[in-house]
């Protein structure tokens, strides 16, 4: 038995949830989110929790139910609370700026490297280097901010680039300096 699929969700107040079929329907003060799940699981309602079971135990429902209950988990947070990406820019000259809706990264490049976010999701941008990415869905957050980090991810040598916050860059040793001076071997 799945020990994640097991877990009761429970609904906060100002959240509804309305299942038809496989279709499951979220709604609270943040936004509204729906999802079709597969087959071989089941949603069911109970006062203020949401229970989510399978049908039977095949091997295709046995590897659904916790990444199901998980997915309507994180539906039920995100209108409810919302989620948040945050990524820190490092090198000199490096930066960011919000114009409108678009990002626009100064990273190395020749020119900026404009990014467009998708609906529902927005961009902020704290001190030129710290880039915030949020929204409802938590799919789409982490996606958003996975482009964005791969524009210039941080390099080895020098730690360089865009990294998630907290992010750990194991650095390399760059060359051995004072072997045998600039010619090499003598």
Do not use: W
């Not at 990524?87 to 190395?108: F, M, P, S, T, W």
């Amino acid at each position: 038995m799945s020990r994640i699929g097991k877990r009761p969700i429970p609904i906060p107040p100002r959240v509804t949830v309305a299942i038809a079929g496989q279709e499951v329907k979220v709604k609270g003060p943040h936004g509204e989110l729906q999802r079709v799940l597969p087959p071989e699981v089941l949603v069911e309602q109970h006062e203020s929790v949401l229970n989510v079971t399978r049908r039977d135990e095949s091997r295709a429902a046995r590897q659904r139910h916790g990444l199901c209950r998980t997915l309507v988990a994180n539906m039920v947070e995100g209108v409810s609370q919302g989620f948040q990406r945050r990524l820190e820019i490092q090198g000199v000259g490096y930066r960011a700026q919000v114009q409108g809706r678009k990002l626009i990264l100064n990273v190395g490049y020749s020119i900026p490297v404009p990014i467009d976010p998708p609906q529902g999701i927005e961009l902020k941008v704290e001190g030129n280097t710290n880039v915030i990415v949020s929204g409802i869905d938590k799919e789409v957050v982490g996606n958003v901010a996975a482009q964005i980090r791969a524009v210039r991810p941080p390099e080895v040598y020098k730690g360089k680039g865009i990294r998630y916050q907290g992010e750990v860059v194991r650095r390399k040793v760059g060359k051995a300096g004072g072997k045998g001076g600039k010619g090499g071997k003598k």
